[in-house]
């Protein structure tokens, strides 16, 4: 592709904006607007939405005009930072596919869909074909470091017969919306309660990291089990924005496992509470066993942003549908189209 990437950001929340100002340093991306559902931002410059230092000279529009915007200006890609669950979000996907425009987003539940929404799957993937795009869904995890990255690792493998991951993280050093997805200061009946109702949500995409993992190595897992549970303050903790008392929740931790048959193959556990060490790990038990750590651990919003933009030109390269990471050339850092 000789020209600049056109594209219109849907969502322009704090990932919405790191991506734009990260598009805008890597040069080959022409942003040509933005949709937003905050009245506060409608009709301003994307460039000032996004808190960046120059305007782009692209106007941000309303959700209810986004059809109409999009069809207009017939961008290459928009990228979708919105929302996690896939039947929320539907309805902006299809207003982007019937414009021609391909899709990518930060949707947790777009990056194995099936698990959770296969009905939808499989529209969302005849429409695509229809229209000669592709969708994808991606971000740190799930996108990269309970699926991509172990899968990546498996190369040089002969054998492998399990994997475990983990992910921990400190809740204190992560934006507001993070940390009151966790519950921090709850009680834990009431964060417990929430997560029920879906007014907290802390970790998506256990079970979507396992399913995508296993199609990628080809390994049929049979079953599936996750599950979240709040870590419990010892003492007083506090944050920049909650104050945490004993006996009140500090973060989560949560868990995915994959089986194969009766064995278990893959197990992915994730900690985010205050205080906590960051890292990042996996052990491949295996022909070679190895076990690779990155500490501190890689950091969400930044590499959620470079996910979606290192991913953009390979995924342009894919066949049109729905499709996941395991349909992409190897997602690497880019600095040319």
Request: proline share 5%.
């Given at each position: ?176 919306s993070f940390q009151k997805k966790y519950g921090l200061s709850l009680a834990p009946e009431e964060f417990i309660e929430g997560m029920k109702k879906g ?139």
């Amino acid at each position: 592709m000789s020209r600049k990437i056109r594209v219109v950001i849907y969502g322009l929340g704090p990932i919405g904006s790191l991506i734009t100002k990260y598009m805008v340093k890597k040069g080959f991306f022409e942003i040509l607007g933005g949709v937003d559902i905050d009245p506060s931002k409608i009709g301003r410059d994307v460039g000032e939405v996004a808190g960046l230092e120059t305007r782009l000279d692209a106007k941000v529009v309303s959700d209810k005009d986004a059809e109409r915007f999009l069809k207009e200006v017939k961008p290459d890609v928009v990228v979708q930072s919105t929302g996690t669950y896939l039947d929320k979000i539907y309805p902006q996907i299809v207003k982007a596919v019937t414009a021609g425009s391909n899709v990518i987003s930060t949707s947790e539940t777009l990056v194995y869909p099936w698990y959770r929404y296969p009905e939808l799957s499989i529209l969302l993937d005849n429409l695509a074909k229809r229209y000669g795009v592709r969708i994808l869904g991606t971000g740190v995890n799930p996108g990269f470091i309970f699926d991509t990255l172990p899968a990546l690792l498996t190369s040089v493998h002969a054998e492998v017969r399990r994997i475990s991951m983990v992910r921990s993280m400190d809740a204190s050093k992560r934006r507001y919306s993070f940390q009151k997805k966790y519950g921090l200061s709850l009680a834990p009946e009431e964060f417990i309660e929430g997560m029920k109702k879906g007014e907290y949500t802390a970790h998506v995409g256990y079970a979507e990291s396992i399913l995508l993992l296993g199609e990628m190595l080809g390994i049929e897992i049979t079953r599936v089990e996750e599950g979240q549970e709040p870590v419990i303050a010892d003492r007083y903790m506090e944050t920049q924005y909650f104050k945490i008392q004993p006996g009140r929740v500090a973060g989560v931790h949560g868990w995915g496992r994959g089986y194969v048959g009766d064995q278990l193959f893959i197990s992915v556990d994730l900690y985010a509470s205050v205080g906590r060490e960051d890292y990042d790990e996996i052990f491949i038990d295996g022909e070679p066993s190895i076990r690779w750590r990155n500490s501190p651990g890689v950091h969400g919003d930044i590499a959620t942003a470079s996910m979606i933009i290192n991913c953009i030109p390979k995924m342009l390269k894919a066949s049109p549908g729905l499709i996941t990471m395991k349909d992409l050339i190897l997602p690497t850092f880019s600095t040319k189209i």
